[in-house]
């Protein structure tokens, strides 16, 4: 059906795009926004973030519920637009995808767990995950459901329990978070809200893929995508793959920059690679993206990585049997010829955890805290700073910490810009640096626009909500953006 | 017993004579072919051949079983991977629009290899194996059987050694062979619960409830622990050892254990104090913990999660032990010695000096097909046992495919 729709928005696209323009902006990113901020700081089943959500769509009057009362009709339809068009400007690369997918899944999460009960059965029902089990069946399994699903201790006759297919219940085996025997998972009612959010990401990756396959169509409104790209580039962050200064570093600065300007995550990967003389494929790739991000040429990259890897077990002919092919195909230069981006903050964080050997991902997530502690003592971090750091990391908020870590690095008190990227570390700190110490004054940049060499239009502070929707050609575009 | 440079000297001898006259072609052909219910199962399966000097052919693909006999014996590789069932022939990848060219089933596969418990064997190292360290391939095999069949419910695992460091397992249930690439990562993921990296002191975290296919899994490590952690590693049997297990108990008693450790007679000893100790601070877990961190299967999750991932195929010689690759039987694991398994020198040897005693066959001469003389042939040889157990494994998938087919043609005549 999708297809089918955008066909006929572009159309109406091109007429109403100021329009848009403003709902969008400033309703519904906001929105996205602040649940990926709240996310971040609260641990999202607790009720605290509940709270902080609920008040959050509130202020920004945003629909949440379906409740009757005037205005809501306007503002599901606004609600419906604004997703489609976030669909249209998210799907563009992977990264933007799985940024938008969370996003979307925490609010819709947020919105089931607010129904009453009986609206939430109705809903399975609907969806056909209504697999109720026999009371026998429930007293044989009862402790282990327990036990399986890590529920602290709930009476068992107020709970149900829904017996589904393990291949239905993905997202809960994956964390090993509810109970299997014989190929069927037993799923207390709480927990159904994860296999009904692991539908709704399916529904909601395939419209993604679809929307991609027509953008063509957008793209040939040169007036809309041009925007769209911008609307991206402001929430999720840049990708970093094309950077100004390439060529612009020598090779003999790497060792300086690492101990001056990389994130942890790197200067450990550097120094596991000069100690070593090896990385395995996870470090490569996490450390290879990020160094063509800092502008490091592929004949450097080549250079680079075949003066170290001989050093050790590898010799010349072998390096460039098996890895300059890899790396040249990094840079977009064999095989499918994808240029890949540098890994977000997110990626590392969240995928390809290490395991023996590794020395890739997140040393505020996959470092013990002990190592850690001793390892930021050893870069001569005050013992207060590195408390800070460790709360931080206890609370779950690894970027925040390596924020932290930033600043009394950089001997700034406020860093100013909210961190998410590897890069973008390295390109504040390279800031910093360059300028002298007296940028410490420098107002911050407006909230939610991290990249201040983007030229973007900082958003005004307050701004209410555009007033009506009466100006869309309303029937149709009900109609058009339903499926939302 | 010959040495790993003798064996890998032979190859270029012997191979041939392994796929003209000992390779299992009819089993292997049996069991890939899954009773030819799709349409093109075989034809579309990828098989990638390394050939002498490191040559490596990907997407190698046999319309039956003759075309794979011959084209292996023509090429005669030294090692060969199996893939994924394609959309289409992989040998006419080629000539398939980019991108309609797709992966659409394989087994669920998993591989566990010695080297990825390098920080907690204290006899070998990298590829190194012995008959001590061997019992963590015994623990994970246990372990994971047990959750594939009991959480999973898969019935047709086929459990094989990987002929160097470590075994493999094939799940071969239909179920299995369609799984998404995501679901295997997630039952990868639910299976591994030893995890990071080189940064990591604890590597395993329990919190209560403990999840009872965890549970499980603990009540088999303990069978083995020990034996073989306390015994055969001595894992506490001197300070620098047991200095690493200390760094993983709860701060406030390390001290005190440190000094009780170096009275204590022996690693049990230690190992029972350690229990005692653990009791009285908040992190009951400890000892389990450690167990694990000591015995937990370590699988490598990637080789699990591709669709596309190749692995090595099961009767497939290793180039560098020799050693043939051959199915586990579960009911004498505990016996199951990757020392004493056939190599390619030894049935080879046994393949000639078997000769003789069969001379009251007068009738096998050249009028005999060959096929035929070929299943004699490995059967007087030391590869007969595994062939048995495969066969055993393939009945056994034979005979739940049956019974499916009876219950779909019980459910039409039903009117
Ligand atoms: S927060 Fe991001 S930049 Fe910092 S160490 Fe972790 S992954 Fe690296
Ligand atoms: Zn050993």
């Known amino acids: 059906i999708v297809p089918y729709h955008v066909a006929e928005m572009s159309q109406s696209a091109s007429q109403n795009i100021l329009y848009f323009y403003c709902i969008l902006y400033f309703s519904c990113f906001p929105v996205l926004k602040s649940i990926e901020n709240i996310g971040v700081s609260f641990v999202k089943t607790s009720e605290q973030y509940s709270k902080k959500l609920e008040a959050e769509l509130r202020k920004q009057r945003f629909h949440f519920r379906p409740v009757r009362s005037p205005g809501v009709f306007e503002m599901r339809r606004k609600d419906h637009l604004s997703h489609f068009i976030l669909r249209l400007a998210y799907c563009q690369t992977e990264d933007l995808r799985r940024w938008f997918i969370q ?53 068992m006759e107020f709970l149900l329990i829904y017996k589904i297919h393990f291949t239905d219940a993905i997202d809960l085996i994956r964390n090993r978070k509810v109970y299997l025997n014989r190929g069927y998972a037993y799923v207390p009612h709480p927990e159904i809200v994860i296999i009904v959010l692991n539908e709704f990401r399916q529904i909601l990756s395939k419209a993604l893929a679809l929307t991609k396959r027509s953008l063509p169509v957008i793209e040939s409104d040169e007036r809309l995508q041009p925007l769209l790209n911008h609307l991206s580039h402001a929430y999720v962050g840049q990708d970093y793959s094309m950077q100004k200064n390439v060529g612009k570093i020598s090779l003999e600065q790497i060792d ?59 010799d010349a002919e072998k390096f460039d049997k098996l890895y300059s092919y890899n790396i040249r195909h990094s840079f977009g230069k064999e095989g499918k010829r994808t240029d890949y981006t540098p890994y977000s903050c997110m990626k590392i964080i ?55 870590y930033f600043e009394l690095t950089h001997n700034v008190e406020e860093v100013g810009f909210s961190h998410s990227h590897p890069n973008q570390y390295f390109l504040e700190s390279q800031r910093l640096l360059n300028v002298g110490r007296d940028v410490k004054k420098e107002p911050s940049p407006p909230e939610g626009s991290q990249r201040s060499q983007n030229s973007q239009p900082a958003r005004p502070a307050s701004v209410s909500a555009p007033k009506s929707a009466d100006r869309l050609a309303s029937e149709e575009l009900e109609m058009i953006f339903s499926d939302g | 017993m010959a040495g790993a440079g003798d064996e890998a000297a032979v190859l270029p001898d012997l191979l041939p004579v392994y796929y003209r006259r000992l390779f299992p072609y009819p089993q292997y052909f049996r069991w890939l072919n ?128 990987s002929g160097r460091r470590g075994v493999h397992c094939w799940v071969c249930d239909d179920i299995a062979r369609k799984l998404s690439q995501t679901a295997r990562s997630a039952v990868a993921e639910y299976l591994s619960v030893v995890k990071g990296g080189e940064d990591t002191i604890k590597k395993v975290h329990l919190t209560h409830p403990i999840h009872p296919s965890i549970e499980k899994a603990i009540v088999l490590v303990k069978r083995y622990f020990r034996e073989y952690a ?58 389990e913990e450690i167990m694990l961190q000591y015995c937990y299967p370590r699988l490598d999750v990637n080789v699990s999660k591709g669709l596309n991932h190749l692995l090595k195929s099961p009767f497939c010689v290793h180039p560098k032990t020799g050693r043939i690759s051959v199915p586990i039987d579960l009911k004498t ?32 001469k050249e009028s005999e097909p060959e096929s035929k003389r070929r299943s004699r042939d490995y059967k007087k040889t030391s590869l007969a046992e595994p062939v048995r157990i495969f066969d055993e494994f393939l009945k056994k998938m034979e005979h739940s495919r049956k019974g499916v087919l009876l219950e779909q043609s019980d459910s039409h005549r039903d009117f």
């Open chain 2, 34 to 161: 899954y009773g030819g219910v799709r349409k093109a199962y075989f034809q579309n399966r990828e098989f990638s051949f390394t050939l002498r000097d490191d040559i490596y052919l990907r997407y190698q693909s046999f319309t039956n079983q003759q075309e794979l006999e011959k084209e292996m014996q023509k090429l005669v590789p030294y090692k060969i991977d199996i893939g994924a069932v394609y959309s289409h022939k992989p040998n006419q990848h080629n000539s398939v629009k980019a991108g309609n060219f797709q992966a659409l089933e394989k087994e669920l596969v998993f591989d566990i290899d010695m080297t990825d418990y390098d920080d907690v064997r204290n006899c070998c190292r990298a590829a190194d194996i012995c008959h001590k360290c061997w019992t963590l391939m015994t623990i994970a095999i246990r372990v994971l059987d047990r959750a594939l069949e009991e959480d999973f419910g898969f019935e047709h695992r086929l459990w094989v050694y």
């Open chain 1, 103 to 155: 996003q979307e899944l925490d609010l819709f999460r947020f919105r089931f767990n607010e129904l009453p009960l009986d609206k939430q059965q109705q809903f399975l029902k609907h969806n056909d995950l209504d697999y109720n089990i026999t009371a026998e069946e429930k007293e044989a399994v009862h402790k282990n459901v327990i036990d399986g699903s890590r529920l602290s201790t709930i009476k």
């Open chain 1, 350 to 404: 969240l995928s390809n955890l290490p395991s023996q050997g590794d020395y890739h991902g997140c040393p505020f997530r996959h470092s013990d805290p002990e190592l850690l502690k001793q390892k930021l003592q050893s870069y001569k971090i005050p013992s207060a700073g590195i408390t800070q750091i460790l709360d931080l990391v206890k609370g779950m908020h690894y970027q925040l910490a390596c924020q932290k």
């Open chain 1, 256 to 314: 300086g920059l690492a101990v001056k300007s990389f994130p942890l995550c790197m200067r450990q990967l550097h120094k596991a690679l000069r100690d070593n003389h090896h990385l395995r494929h996870g470090g490569r790739m996490q450390y290879g993206l990020f160094l063509k991000g800092i502008g490091v040429t592929l004949e450097q990259a080549l250079q680079f990585w075949r003066s170290e890897f001989i050093k050790g077990k590898v």
């Open chain 2, 230 to 287: 306390l015994e055969n590693q001595d894992i506490l049997g001197s300070k620098e050892a047991w200095e690493k297990v200390l760094a993983m108990v709860p701060e406030e008693i390390r001290e005190n254990l440190q000094t009780e450790f170096i009275n204590a007679r022996n690693s049990d000893k230690r190992w029972d104090m350690l229990k005692q100790s653990v009791k009285t601070t908040k992190a009951i877990f400890t000892a």
């Open chain 2, 333 to 364: 694991l505990d016996s199951f010695d990757p020392f004493s398994v056939p190599t390619l020198s030894s049935i080879c040897r046994e393949l000639d000096s078997n000769k003789k005693p069969e001379e009251e066959d007068v009738t096998s």
